[in-house]
């Protein structure tokens, strides 16, 4: 009780608010410690990854049946279309950066 009549604004003072800036976001690319730009690699990965694993079944299924130029057009093909896929996925990453 004496406490409160002696400091009777204690329990009222905030403490005052730091002055800080405010966050600047930049649509830059931001980099690593290296200089190279941050995004990742991982749909590029994948996309090859991806072609790997679709060599054995289109040999199996298309050298049979129109022989090994289709095959091979068929194998370019499939790396072309997931890397396409990939470089679009990418840009826009870095666009929306």
Do not use: Q
């Amino acid at each position: 009780m004496v406490m409160s009549i002696a400091m009777p604004n204690l329990g009222a003072r905030t403490p005052p608010k730091p002055n800080r800036e405010p966050i600047r976001y930049s649509r830059a690319v931001a980099a690593n410690m290296l200089g190279i730009s941050s995004f990742s690699l991982d749909h590029m990965a994948l996309a090859l990854v991806l072609w790997l694993c679709t060599l054995p079944l289109a040999g199996l299924l298309i050298v049979p049946f129109f022989g090994l130029k289709i095959a091979a057009l068929a194998a370019i093909a499939l790396l072309v279309a997931p890397m396409a896929i990939c470089w679009g996925i990418c840009s826009w990453k870095l666009y929306r950066e």
